[in-house]
């Protein structure tokens, strides 16, 4: 039986696919293809909820957002679609779902008039050549489910730029990034000119590998690397279980990735490294007052 083995697999993860979970399956040589990559998930735990327009799952066939050219027809997305070269082909593109890859299914949804973009005008958006979902004032998507009935604190892991330019407010409105539409205060985090992002709620905000700490007197965290470009928030206590969020509502931004672990420390610094290098996130210092903002495209992107 020089060609035969016994192994050990999970379907689709081994040397060989086969049709059983987890038991030591039967193989032979000639039917055995190359050890394919573990997934995201695969190699840092389940999280409790993992948004993203790539795929981290095990699962080929993981729709990664539902979209919709006229607010009527929608179909879903998988991460071979998920090209600039494929999206092309759409003059608009909105999305009204955005799946929920772990855990229970929380996906995130946007009725049609609030939806964010793909593609708008037949501009693509992306930030370092990947596409993103672009957010505009009056866009959002929100967590309807109310699924989490232990309290617990969760690491959030967000991937998002932020346009140095916002549009007008209405009297007594903020430029909203982060809500939680069960607590108050509701906004959890939001914008402001010149690198900073306040908050009433966190304390600290770890802007790529490094820690910001707020500034009390005001609720402002001024970041080193300007907000305008791609970066990675981590927030160690970014939600409290049970929740219902929202994203977006009155700020202009692009956000790729939104990853939540169900505790403070989990898989902190490998989580990290592969989003930075997944992203391809740079530090980089801020530009001397005046000057514009440097990154890659960083108003004309928006």
């Known amino acids: 039986m020089a060609n035969e083995i016994y192994s050990k697999s999970w379907w689709g993860s081994g040397v060989c696919d086969n049709e059983q979970n987890w038991g030591y399956i039967y193989h032979s040589y000639a039917n055995c293809g190359a050890p394919r990559e573990p997934s995201f998930v695969e190699k840092f735990g ?57 855990g229970d299914d929380e996906t995130l949804t946007a009725f049609f008039p609030a939806a964010p973009y793909l593609v708008k005008d ?28 232990i309290l617990d604190t969760i690491r959030t892991y967000n991937i998002t730029s932020y346009s140095e330019v916002q549009e007008p407010l209405r009297e007594g409105e903020t430029h909203n990034i982060f809500q939680d539409i069960q607590k108050i205060p509701m906004v959890l985090l939001g914008w402001l000119p010149k690198s900073k992002l306040t908050s009433k709620v966190y304390t600290s905000i770890t802007q790529n590998r490094k820690t910001i700490l707020k500034n009390e007197e005001d609720n402002t965290f001024t970041f080193d690397t300007p907000t305008s470009q791609l970066n990675l928030y981590d927030i160690s206590d970014g939600l409290r279980a049970p929740f219902n969020f929202l994203f977006g509502e009155t700020s202009i931004m692009n956000v790729s990735e939104f990853i939540l672990y169900p505790s403070k420390d989990e898989n902190n610094e490998i989580v990290t490294d592969n989003l930075i290098e997944y992203y391809g996130i740079k530090s980089r210092e801020l530009p001397p007052i005046g000057d514009a903002p440097i990154g890659d495209k960083p108003i004309g992107k928006f």
């Open 122 to 149: 037949g501009k693509i958006f992306s930030e370092n050549e990947k596409p993103t979902i672009h957010f505009e004032n009056r866009t959002s998507l929100n967590n309807q489910l109310r699924a989490r009935p």
């Open 46 to 102: 389940e999280p409790i909820s993992a948004y993203s327009l790539r795929n981290l799952t095990s699962n080929p066939d993981q729709a990664l957002v539902q979209v919709s050219t006229n607010g009527e027809d929608a179909f879903d997305l998988v991460e071979e679609q998920m090209t600039i070269d494929n999206l092309k082909q759409y003059e608009n593109l909105r999305v009204t779902k955005w799946y929920d890859q772990a």
